[in-house]
Nanobody, 118 residues
Framework: VQLQASGGGLVQPGGSLRLSCSAS????????MGWYRQAPGKKRDLVAA???????NYADSVKGRFTISRDNARNTVYLHMNSLKPEDTAVYYC?????????????WGQGTLVTVSS
């Protein structure tokens, strides 16, 4: 599976962005899709995840501000980011997990940079 992330950019504090993650095949077969982020000098952390039945999970730092959603028809997962803060600045990565025969297959997209600054 190839994942293509897009939508990053420069935004002022309090602003909004929508990230997109397009998959090369049907995302219905992917058990979990998510977004991670990595700020300079820090480890990569989970931001939000969505399962194939649309259950969601969020990092505490983004709850109430970010929303993850999926469009199976477009094979795309979105991350809607509102009320952005400077501490949200990071490279955001798309991730997918597929469970097959008790084995987890993990896929990563390239990062997209989000910069929150005035």
């Amino acid at each position: 599976v190839q994942l293509q992330a897009s939508g990053g950019g420069l935004v002022q504090p309090g602003g909004s962005l929508r990230l997109s993650c397009s998959a090369s095949e049907s995302i219905s077969s992917l058990n979990v899709m998510g977004w991670y982020r990595q700020a300079p000098g820090k480890k990569r952390d989970l931001v939000a995840a969505i399962t194939s039945d649309s259950s969601t999970n969020y990092a505490d730092s983004v709850k109430g501000r970010f929303t993850i959603s999926r469009d199976n028809a477009r094979n795309t997962v979105y991350l809607h980011m509102n009320s952005l803060k400077p501490e949200d600045t990071a490279v955001y990565y798309c991730n997918a997990l597929r469970l097959l025969s008790y084995t987890t297959h993990e896929y990563w997209g390239q990062g997209t940079l989000v910069t929150v600054s005035s």
